[in-house]
């Protein structure tokens, strides 16, 4: 679950970009995060799981593109103009997470990461590798490489 | 850190590159045995060695040991002290495996014990060194330094005196790695190198204490202790290593036997006898578990060693040839300049000769992308040289005697192949050992020599590599295959029948397949031939195979140079684009809306195209792709009337078929100008051949394979990706997996063709039907056709009431059908097509409006209702008559000239050989009979071999040569050559055998016959050629026989 921790110089800061998807604020831990771009023309890729909105092309490498908002079980996504891949990196590709919306990178202590509540919003916890509270409302923090392993997992 | 990982590369690079020959060097020294080179040896010896130098430099302790054991093993053979029986070799080459290992993870190499093969081999020693030379193994040296303590303990005397024994001068070299090689930009590993060249190192140790230095040492020296042999003297030896005189110190020089020996008093204390009990003590308890021990990973998984051994070799660094790097750094400054004109050009309003940047660019890049492809290539050999220790191993496991010649290592292929192509062929060349090459015994009862070939070699053909394993074995039985296949299931009994041998023998590569009777130690591993052929195919090759019981079996593995950028078709399919390679396709057919429902029909609910009189099963992109959202929308629909019309018989042809009309209609709205015609590619991976209907057609076009990612590796029906010129993704399309996710087997193709065939056992021509004025239709044979034009009527020129084309710098001479045979005129048209053929040396074209189909015509046409000069006759097709063209005859009228030199040539000895010619079809006969009486023959035509044998018989003919077809009633073209062939009144009389198809088999079978060469019917050129050749040579030894007969 912890993988992604790490220590920083300034001690225990963790840079979270943040993005909406179905309205739900959510963040990925930005070391995670290669790039986030508007790349919308989505090859799709016949024979492939539901999860698989296709491929991209990312600069001369073919990216597969999974869709966020269904692997979380949401729905499936819309693109939309606001619509944005956020490339991860993953352990030998790239792999991108179609979102609804980009939001701010907010920073946190570490040492403030609570851990997730075995539900939120009805989604598996194990996606989460923690929760912040912001002002008013929850930060849900993804874990990338589990929401890979799923929707691997899912086409075996 | 940094600097010991690339020491660590430099090391894993050397030891790999020393590995690899190593292996086939320990099994030539084998064979040679006593007469062993001598060079050979030493070379061998040298590369382990300096494995261990370096091995011990880097603190690899388990690799040095090792290493040492077998230097130690080597050095005795080069001495004489050791025959290299199998014995002594065993233990190497098991040695060689281990240090393979530990190369491949060289971090964690000290962690793997090593004992039982350093046993193994001192007991290899044992076995044979004179008593002498053990002990003189076993006793300890310990080397001091002048000025006092000790440099190196332990040191194998032996070790010394045979360095002695070889003339050298062995040295203790202290080297400050600070002063000696940092300071003056030495690096470690070139020191290393230049002292191999000189010598032979010993032992070696690094001090990092800084100690006993005989100058007042920096207190961050480092210090390294070599033991170090050369035939040097010493001064000589310090200018050659550019060390100081007084670093190097004497310790046992060649010429004096005794050498200045320290031994420490432990050593000499301890009675001599002592030591050496001792070490046969501890041999004798390993005897009993070594046989065991380093036995176990041959046993358990020799292939898994190998593929073990391979895996983690996947070299990070690779050779390049200078030159290739010349082109490539040429190649990209004239990519900078064509860039820089780029910039300029668009700099400018008009933008003018950006043409020419664009071509120059274009070849550029070309010529880089070769370039760059080349630094990939890597010979084969690197592949091959692993499997004589395989064949090696393997039959002495299985008793059996087999030999393994290799051909063509330096044939060079794209890296990523070489390094895929090493499990499927180990694969192949066991099961050659395995399955294919028969015991001993049996060979000997079969009347072959004991010993089993195997044959490898790969060369070059039509653009790929080919890798062909051929064996001098049992072969393969085609009925057990058959039964065997029943048994599984695979196929039915009805299927076996129908099967030919050569498909059954095919059954080889089919999934859980084992030929084996019984599942043996070597074959039965759970992996099968068709994972061998799953693993070639995804290198995109292929794999084939021949065989003939109990003479031998040819494996032929098919691959493309590279993999990384594949000619291919872009096609389109619903929405996307998809490309397919090239190599997969073999033709593409467009049927126009029209004939749809005639063309395509259904057999057991499938789509077939009737193509050339054969039924080709049919697979719809859309159907394939799954891709139904896309014509969601069926409101919106705006049919053409003529699509109506087709989708509404597509109906009452197959009503269930809902989405498929929905697709149409949805391709219909997006392309009107193609509506309604089908766009087939007739692709072929294996043995399978099925038409694949895309909606539109691209470009063919060079693209450049991407792989795809994780989530992706699941889709069967795609073999990667690629990038367009616009930037976008398209899909690679595998031929195959989609054959597999339709469920399209082979078999049941297999099935269908031989229903149609049914129908058609009779003889047939393929022939290219074309109309000349409307609803006259003409055919002329394929074989006649060199290739067709399509040219613009106004490129037709009139040259002295000649009708010429100019074309490609040469004037091709013009047949218009209307002048010489009974036919309308031409309709005036822009573009027409010619169909040119070769009479002789000389092209001519014939003119054909336009072009209908090819098909098959049964030979027996009817050669009397439209008989007249430059027609041979007429059938009926698709309720057409059409007729057949004689474009010989009708090239005679138009250029008699040309017929008379060719007169002239046949009959350069003024006389009129006699031709016997046996065909059963009289369209057949009476062409052969024009074209051979037209160059002066004496022909006379027959029309069975019964008939022609008879005819034979005739006192009063006598013939000079044959020419027979092969299938005809009452007696077939190969009983009559058997017939002539056996009879010594006729035995000399040559035979030319013509068939409309030429296969290997029916070559193979016509040469058993007595045949002496094979020519395809009505390949006038060839068939002529070939007959004066025999003639000639038939003449030629009628003569020697003569002169043989005046001279005895």
Redesign the interface.
Known sequence: MNDTKRHNKSGSELEISTFYIDGMLLGIDILQVQEINQHL?I???????D??LG???LR?????V?DLRRILGMGESEITPQSRNFIIK?E??H?GLLVDKVADVVIFKESEMEAPPANINNIDSRFFQGIYKMDGHLLAILTPQEI?EN??EL?? | MSEEFDLYGSFIEEANEVLAEVENDFLEIEEAGKNFDTELVNKVFRGIHSMKGSSGFLGLTSIGSLAHEMENVLNLIRNNELVPTSAIIDPLLKGADVLRNMIADVTNSNEIDVSNEIQALKQAISGQASAETQESLNRDVDVSHPNGGLAFVMIKELELVSRQNQGMHVYLLEIDMIQDLEDKNRKPLDFLKELYSQGELVESYLSTAGMGTLSSSLPDSMTLMLLYASKWKRDNLAETLKLDKDKINLIASADQKNWIKEESPSNTTVPESTPAEATIKEDSVEVQAAPEAPEKPQAASPAGDVAKSTAPAAPTSLRVNVKVLDTLMNLAGELVLGRNQMIQIASTKDHSGFDSVAAKIDQVTSELQEAIMQTRMQPIGSVFSKFPRIVRDLSSKLNKKCDLEIEGKDVELDKTIIEGIGDPLTHLIRNSVDHGVELPSVRKERQKSETGTIHLKAYHQAGKVNIAIIDDGGGIDAEKMKTKAVEKGVITTDQAEEMSDRDAVRLIFHPGFSTAEKVTDVSGRGVGMDVVRTNIENLGGTVDIETAPGKGTEIIVKLPLTLAIIPSLVVRGG??RFAIPQVNISELVRIKSSEVSEKIERVKNAEVLRLRGRLLPLLRMNQ????KSMFADPETNQLQVNNRQQVDDRRENQPVDEDIVEMRSGEDRRNNTTAGALNIIVVESEHLKYGLIVDELFDSKEIVV???????K?????AG?T?LGD?????ILDVAGIAG?MKLAAIEEHHIEQEVSEDQTDETQSTMIFSYASDEHFSIPVSFVARIERIQEKQIDSVGGQEVLQYRGTSLPLLSLDKYIKAKPRPESTSLYVIVFKIGDQEVGLIAPELVDIHEIPVDIDTKTFRENGVVGSTIINEKAVRVIDVYEISKEAFPEWEQQEMIQAKEDDSHPKVLLAEDSSFFRQQMVNFLESVGYEVTGCEDGQVAWETLQDPDQKFDIIVTDVEMPNMDGLQFTNKVKTDPCFAHIPVVAVTSLAGQEDQKRGKEAGVDEYQVKLDRDQLLESIKRLLKQSKHNAGLSQVNQTVS
């Open positions: 023309e090859t799709t890729v016949p024979h492939t799981p999860d698989v491929v991209i092309n001369g490498e073919v990216v597969t999974l993953a030998e590709e792999v890979l929707s691997l086409q075996s | 929405e996307d394939v792709l799954d891709n991407k792989p795809l990612g994780k989530h992706l699941d889709a069967q029906c795609l990706a990038i930037g976008q993704v398209a899909m996710y």
